[in-house]
């Protein structure tokens, strides 16, 4: 997924009001912050991230809330190796959103980092 797609699929999305025009933004801003962490320009199965990031944002803004994930799952992502990688970018969005975000939502969040991160190798670590 380049930037160019992403923000095709934020236009349909946006226009049918599936998301808000604010998820859209800082989406945009987290794929363009992931890409530069990453040094790529094309973030390999980044799909199902930004578009739970966008939906997420959403519903914070509605105050609709999810199910947490299961706690195995969450378990095997907290030792990933990219796990504070995936915090950190978490972190930007939060900052950059203005609010932190619902537990739920940041742990559903934390999954699909470190999975992007583990696909595209992990950037650079810090």
Do not use: C
Not at 20 to 27: C, D, H, L, P
Not at 53 to 58: E, K, N, Q
Not at 74 to 102: D, H, M
Request: hydrophobic content about 45%; cysteine-free.
């Amino acid at each position: 997924m380049n930037i160019t797609i992403l923000q095709e699929r934020l236009d349909i999305l946006a226009n049918s009001s599936v998301i808000s025009t604010r998820a859209a933004e800082v989406t945009l801003i987290a794929f363009e912050h992931l890409a530069a962490e990453l040094k790529i320009d094309d973030i390999e199965k980044a799909e199902m991230l930004f578009t739970h990031l966008p939906t997420a944002l959403t519903r914070i803004t509605k105050g609709e809330m999810v199910e947490a994930p299961f706690a195995d799952l969450l378990e095997e992502v907290k030792s990933s190796p990219y796990f504070s990688q995936a915090l950190r970018e978490i972190e930007f969005i939060q900052e950059k959103w203005n609010q932190p975000l619902p537990q739920e939502e940041l742990d559903y969040l934390l999954i699909h980092y470190t999975n992007v991160l583990q696909m595209n190798e992990g950037g650079i670590e810090k």
